[in-house]
């Protein structure tokens, strides 16, 4: 990465990395629900006025959040009401979303409205050819920011699996074949500004929570489906990682026969049944040819019953997998998302029937929607994680 970041935006990086407690709530306040009232801001974060305008007048002062706004425009109830908004381009974050096969990467504004995006094809797994794909990604990224290029304020990588946030090292992803690699560090030798490395369905729930469907909601878990069954909560208002980093794993889940044996290593994993590659391996054997998820999809779609018993399975087990996690935490929604729900017509009525055979009285008052993210959705919530590392 050759451009560098200017003085103003390392100043504005330092202000927030040096917040208390009070300023990130009153800047995550603002930074999600603009433009807002000051009043607003003191409901929501539970703080006085007196305490609001504190937080506010530096970030005001750098230039991160506005306080020149025309009241008539801004369309909120009530008088006076001095609302404030972000500036979205007061600093620039990259995200990228590190798949087995590819890299998706976006540079976006403050909001994670994407500027520009980019994707780069994986020729190895090899972790220092990965963090040099990541570097060359970052370069492609930042090149096209023009103007804004010096404004790049950090780098969010989402990695699938046991992701230590605070140290950047990957414990163990299963579909990277990683096993303790130091990839933060890595990326840091690489980058000209620092970076956040975190799960990647970790990552998409921030994303949820502060720009997407979760934004309102106290409660809710998103669950991915596809190559990987995954998890991510938000409860009460934060993002639920655990002490180690690695809640909300239902795809080991022990859901399932344990005769069946999960790409971990483990036996009766929710993932031995329903994850992509248990699917093909159903339908491939029953139909004795190597048989890809596009061809099973296909396959089942015409009727086959061996590929319709595959889905119908997998349906069965991750909703029993989603009633396990929405009888034990009780969100208010549950968001079904990852690739595989390009085919979800075929898990559905297996997945809702086990649901609500074994959803738990008052939990099932849950709702559950199925959201179609794209690979940019994730790659958004890698930027996401980046912008909420900014605010300590
Ligand atoms: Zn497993």
New binding site residues.
């Given amino acids: 990465m050759h451009e560098s970041t200017d003085d103003e935006t390392r100043r504005r990086v330092a202000l927030l990395g040096s917040s208390s407690d009070a300023a990130t709530r009153v800047f995550t306040a603002v930074l999600t629900r603009s433009p807002i009232s000051r009043i607003e801001v003191a409901r929501l974060t539970g703080l006085s006025q007196a305490a609001v305008t504190k937080a506010v007048t530096p970030l005001v002062a750098a230039g991160i959040v506005s306080d020149a706004l025309d009241p008539q425009l801004t369309g909120l109830p009530g008088r006076p009401v001095s609302p404030v908004a972000i500036v979205p381009d007061a600093v620039v974050t990259l995200g990228v979303k590190v798949n087995v096969d590819e890299l998706i990467g976006v540079a976006t504004d403050l909001t994670t409205r994407v500027i520009a995006s980019e994707r780069l094809p994986l020729a190895s797994h090899d972790p220092a050819a990965v963090a040099d794909a990541v570097a060359d990604l970052c370069d492609h990224l930042q090149k096209r920011l023009g103007a804004l290029a010096s404004r790049l304020a950090r780098v969010g990588v989402a990695v699938s699996g046991d992701v230590d946030r605070t140290t950047g090292v990957v414990r163990d992803s299963t579909l990277m074949g990683w096993r303790a690699v130091p990839f933060g560090a890595m990326l840091r030798e690489r980058l000209s500004v620092d970076v956040v490395v975190q799960n990647d369905v970790s990552a998409l729930t921030v994303g949820e929570h502060w720009f997407g469907v979760g934004l309102g909601t106290r409660s809710f878990a998103i669950v991915t489906i596809g190559r990987g069954i995954g998890s991510g909560l938000h409860l009460n208002g934060d993002v639920v990682e655990g002490a180690y980093g690695v809640a909300g794993e239902i ?2 889940l022990p859901l399932t026969s344990p005769d069946r044996i ?5 036996r009766g ?1 929710v ?2 049944v329903a994850a992509t590659s248990a699917i093909e391996a159903a339908v491939s054997s029953a139909h004795g040819r190597a048989v890809t998820i596009p061809d099973a999809v296909a396959l089942a779609r015409a009727g086959d019953q061996a590929a319709e018993r595959a889905f119908a399975e997998a349906g069965s087990v991750i909703g029993a997998a989603i009633a396990s996690l929405v009888n034990l935490v009780g969100p208010e929604l549950v968001i079904i998302g990852g690739e595989g729900v390009a085919h979800f017509d075929l898990f559905e009525a297996s997945l809702r029937q086990t649901y609500d055979e074994h959803v738990f009285s008052s939990a099932g008052l849950c709702r559950i929607v199925v959201r179609p993210h794209t690979f940019e959705d994730w790659a958004r919530g890698a930027a996401a994680t980046a912008i909420r590392s900014l605010a300590g």
């Fill in positions: 795809g080991h999960c790409a971990c290593g483990r994993c993932e031995a």
